[in-house]
């Protein structure tokens, strides 16, 4: 292990690869995301020894290790509760939290809920691949009804999680979706989560091309991404198709994918990413795209909120109670009420 001491912000993206071997399947989704956190994080300007890597347990969570960074591969579907203490303590770092859809919304699904309500300034990332990957397969909260697997051999029966419609409910600054066969806009989502102030939750469409193969190949491939995928831009109305001929339009409260020839882009949803009501819309773009009139899925900033980080409420309390003196430890204990027990 490197120690590292400097406070430079000049490094490359080799000195953030380690001397681990990288032990995930050859062509594992996995990888390319490891490359664009790589690739992206020398462009943010922190220094590298306020970079932490928190992970929980999965395939996806040995991600601290391929990072040269600090970091803590710690406990499953704790990571939430681990970065959030870590904020706390040293609100300086940038902590990056890395998930899988079985750590973060399975056992994990408590600690992400309150992580989320309560924007401690952490950049959740959430690998999902719609199955437990590192346990060899068994069916995850996000994975399909009707998913035969080890454990589902007649079918899951569980309905499946929406991530961003929860995360949204459970209160969440800024939700975003990207996926690992598209480097550019990845690296574009994870820049905007790192400048945002606040738990940034980008859920990350990856392949486990060993027991979930082509999960997402319909909004990943070639032949067909054009059509089930709509890029979201703020300011930008909402446009997709394989020539940019469709849109959607709002009717009422009622999205409906239109044809642009006889219609105008002046008509169109325009994206407002500030717009709570809108994003929860837009997060329930979630059809199967095997259904017919089914809508597009969104790729992109759903929402995002300024609201006070945890860490500033608590340091602003903190300031608040020494500005009020010495405190006495004993008359604390002893407190106001006491009761004489019979
Ligand atoms: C307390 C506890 N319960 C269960 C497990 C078994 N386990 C390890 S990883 C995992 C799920 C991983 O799935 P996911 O988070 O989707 O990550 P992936 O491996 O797909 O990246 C489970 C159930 C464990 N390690 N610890
Ligand atoms: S089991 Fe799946 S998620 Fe895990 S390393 Fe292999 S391909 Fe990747």
């Given at each position: 292990m490197t120690e590292i001491t400097a406070t430079s912000t000049a490094y490359t993206s080799k000195e953030l690869v380690t001397d681990q071997d990288v032990r995930w399947c050859p062509g594992c989704g996995d990888y390319s995301i490891l490359k664009q956190v790589q690739t992206v994080i020398p462009e943010l300007g922190i220094p590298k020894e306020q970079l932490v890597f928190v992970s929980g347990?999965?395939?996806?969570s040995r991600f601290p290790y391929y990072m040269e960074t600090f970091g803590m591969h710690s406990i499953h579907g704790r990571a939430t509760a681990i970065a959030s203490g870590l904020k706390a303590a040293r609100p300086d770092l940038s902590v990056w939290l890395v998930t899988g859809?079985?750590?973060?919304?399975?056992?994990?699904?408590?600690?992400?809920?309150?992580?989320?309500?309560?924007?401690?300034?952490v950049n959740v990332l959430l690998f999902n691949n719609q199955i437990y990957g590192l346990t060899k397969g068994q069916y995850s909260p996000t994975s399909e009804?009707?998913?035969?697997?080890?454990?589902?051999?007649m079918g899951a029966i569980d309905h499946p999680f929406n991530p961003l419609a929860l995360c949204l409910g459970a209160e969440s600054t800024f939700i975003a979706r990207s996926m690992d066969r598209d480097p550019i806009h990845l690296r574009t989502i994870l820049k905007r989560a790192n400048q945002h102030k606040g738990t940034s939750m980008v859920e990350i469409y990856q392949n486990c091309n060993v027991f979930n193969d082509g999960a997402f190949?319909?909004?990943?491939?070639?032949?067909?991404?054009?059509?089930?995928?709509?890029?979201?831009?703020?300011?930008?109305?909402?446009?997709f198709g394989a020539n940019k001929n469709k849109g959607i339009k709002l009717d009422g409260f009622k999205p409906t994918i239109v044809e642009?020839?006889?219609?105008?882009?002046?008509d169109l949803w325009i994206h407002d990413e500030t717009d709570r009501v809108k994003a929860s819309i837009l997060t329930r773009f979630f059809d199967d795209p095997a259904k017919e009139g089914h809508l597009p899925r969104p790729f992109g900033v759903f929402y995002t909120e300024n609201r006070?980080?945890?860490?500033?409420?608590?340091?602003?309390?903190?300031?608040?109670?020494?500005?009020?003196g010495e405190g006495d430890l004993d008359a604390l204990l002893r407190g106001n009420n006491t009761w004489t027990v019979a």
């Open positions: 347990i999965g395939c996806s859809d079985g750590d973060a919304l399975s056992i994990g699904g408590n600690h992400l809920i309150h992580l989320l309500r309560r924007n401690f300034d009804k009707g998913k035969v697997t080890k454990s589902s051999p190949e319909v909004f990943t491939e070639k032949s067909s991404k054009a059509e089930e995928t709509l890029f979201i831009e703020h300011g930008q109305p909402l446009v642009l020839e006889g219609n105008s882009v002046n006070f980080t945890y860490e500033e409420a608590m340091e602003q309390q903190l300031q608040e109670s020494l500005s009020k």
